[in-house]
């Protein structure tokens, strides 16, 4: 057993250093020292993930949890703890802090403390998991009676990190790619082996765990699994769409539909929906299980697609009304039946035991199509994408046009050769549509409304993401273009992620939520910290299947301010 000791010393060592590849190699060291089957919790743990991100598991601790644990695992009261943090800024130091003093003040009980035995990395994992699967009446103390054990158990600094790790924010960091390097390098393995690997696996866990017990070759046999959804493939904006179609000399061209991403896994009878967050989905889409049972003859298949809902006639719905299909979680309403679905079918990664996502394009299509069946009657619930290969400008221009007109958002331009890369946004799959410019941009401060929204969250901070330094950097705040209906909306879906204290109605959110947002022009400014400010913010829609991590970072947003001032 490794002990969370030796964890809690790799965080603060990584914390104190600024380049990568220290870091990395801090990381490799942690990996070495750690037992096999400890090796994927401290490789999630390293990330500042408590589960897998594919497992769907929720850890489910908020700031208040905590300060009740804290408060009873240290004797003081939680107003206090509240203004410590106010003052130290983060949940880390404040824990830090409190169990020195508590410590000082007891050393009857430091020296009972010594004699304890130390908290092992699966312990401390243990204890997370019993407190995230208390439900119903009386969870909350098994929540806090679990984490207060941990904060008594452990030292100061260990609590430091444990209190961060339960709000899954260690802030020292480390994301995939270092500990992909990591991995690499604590095994000897190449970079390229493990990070193919990662895609069909989507978990660092598995992957280091396997690279340690069987090095190269045991990390080749690794595959994709049914029901451990991998990550999505993703596109991006061509800003020549034209030269890139003749780079490719012949692109495959799609309607691109505007619904909600799904990737469907089917074993047997069994259907599992994953959205594009990879949260199961299933039990709110029964209709769309239906329709996977009915028309994919495969005895084992994972398949990729975008639900739309439709009309009578099969014309696209507006995005917001298949949303509110992919959100409803428990009772699936009958009115919410009512909302027609179809699905379009345009990739597939795995079929019948074998990983599909190393063959190109057009030999992943092949398959697609030999395994959906569905008449002319069926297409209003289940189609493949049609597909045209053309080099031809024109012809794609006449197929953009015609999605358009029904009522569709653009065109996909994919690159024919091109294998599935799971959680890549590259030049193989680049999107056509027509031209509003919108941010997709993550809450981190909000402040109350008032008048007769004064119990609602009125206006909201927005920020931009710094892929480089990992942080948000905020770019303005949007009170407009909201109906009641979705301020009710926001404010319960923010209300849980509130941090620190209130001043003035002003109050700070963990960044998670992405809202969509719409702009008159980019400024520079000194108001925030981003150097920009969106002048005439407004509200588009709340963008839940996006992670905060894929909102609009701060170099596309230089790169929006730097084109617009050559259009002036
Ligand atoms: P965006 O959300 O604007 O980045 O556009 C990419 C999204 O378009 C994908 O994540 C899918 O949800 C959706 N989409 C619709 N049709 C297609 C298609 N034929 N191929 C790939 N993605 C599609």
Redesign the pocket.
């Known amino acids: 057993m490794t002990s969370f000791r030796e964890f809690a010393e790799t965080c603060q060592a990584i914390e104190k250093i600024s380049s990568t590849i220290e870091t990395t190699n801090k990381v490799a060291d942690l990996l070495k020292k750690v037992d096999v089957e400890e090796l994927p919790l401290a490789t999630h743990f390293i990330m500042s993930e408590v589960f897998p991100a594919w497992s769907g598991e929720q850890l489910g601790i908020g700031t208040s949890l905590l300060y009740v644990s804290l408060s009873k695992a240290s004797g003081m009261a939680i107003q206090s703890i509240e203004s410590l943090i106010r003052t130290t800024g983060d949940i880390g130091d404040t824990a830090l802090l409190i169990l020195k003093e508590k410590r000082k003040n007891q050393v009857t009980f430091s020296s009972f403390l010594e004699e304890q035995p130390e908290l092992s990395i699966t312990e401390v994992f243990q204890r997370f998991k019993t407190a995230s699967e208390a439900s119903g009446k009386g969870s909350q103390e098994v929540k806090v009676r679990n984490l207060q054990f941990l904060f008594t158990s452990s030292t100061p600094r260990e609590a430091k990190y444990i209190s961060r790790l339960a709000l899954e924010e260690l802030r020292i960091g480390v994301g995939e790619g270092v500990v992909r390097d990591a991995i690499a390098k604590a095994f000897s393995v190449p970079v390229d082996v493990v990070e193919h690997a990662l895609m069909v696996t989507n978990d660092l866990g598995i992957v280091a765990a396997t690279a340690k017990q069987g090095g190269i070759e045991a990390l080749k046999t690794l595959g994709i699994e049914i029901n451990r959804p991998i990550k999505?493939m993703?596109?991006q904006i061509s800003p020549d769409i034209n030269a890139d179609i003749r780079d490719m000399k012949e692109a495959a061209i799609?309607?691109?539909?505007d619904g909600a991403?799904v990737q469907i896994h089917k074993s047997g009878n069994s259907v599992t929906l994953f959205s594009?967050k990879l949260e199961n989905v299933t039990n709110s889409l029964p209709d769309l299980v239906e329709i996977v049972r009915k028309h994919v003859k495969a005895e084992s298949a994972i398949l990729d697609g975008?639900a739309v809902a439709v009309d009578e006639d099969g014309r696209p719905k507006a995005f917001q009304e298949i949303l509110k299909r992919f959100r409803r979680k428990y009772d699936v309403e009958e009115k919410m039946l009512g909302i027609p679905i179809q699905l379009?079918l345009?990739d597939i990664m795995y079929l019948n035991g074998r990983t599909l996502i190393d063959l190109p394009l057009v030999e992943r299509r092949k398959e697609l199509e030999s395994c959906v069946e569905s008449s002319v009657e069926d297409s209003k619930s289940i189609c493949v994408?049609e597909q045209v290969i053309t080099g031809d400008l024109e012809i794609v221009e006449k197929i953009y046009r015609e999605a358009l007109r029904a009522g569709h958002e653009g065109v996909?331009v994919k690159n024919p050769n091109s294998l599935y890369s799971p959680g890549k946004r590259g030049k193989n799959?680049l999107?056509k549509k027509p031209l509003m410019e919108t941010l997709d941009l993550v809450v981190v401060g909000a402040e109350w409304g008032f008048g007769r929204r004064a119990n609602l969250i009125g206006s909201y901070s927005v920020a931009c993401y710094d892929p480089e330094t990992s942080r948000f950097m905020q770019v303005g705040k949007v009170g407009t273009g909201l109906t009641d209906e979705q301020l009710k909306e926001l404010t319960e879906m923010l209300s849980g992620l509130m941090e620190g204290g209130e001043a003035g109605g002003v109050f700070a959110i963990r960044p998670k939520v992405v809202l969509e947002i719409a702009f008159e022009e980019i400024q520079k400014s000194s108001n925030y910290n981003s150097g920009f400010a969106l002048r005439f913010p407004r509200f588009i829609r709340i963008r839940d299947d996006k992670d905060p991590e894929e909102a609009d970072t701060i170099q596309r947003i230089g790169r929006v301010y730097s084109q617009q001032m050559k259009r002036l």
Do not use: G, V
């Open positions: 999505m993703l596109s799609e309607w691109k539909f991403r594009r975008e379009n345009f994408d996909m799959w999107k």
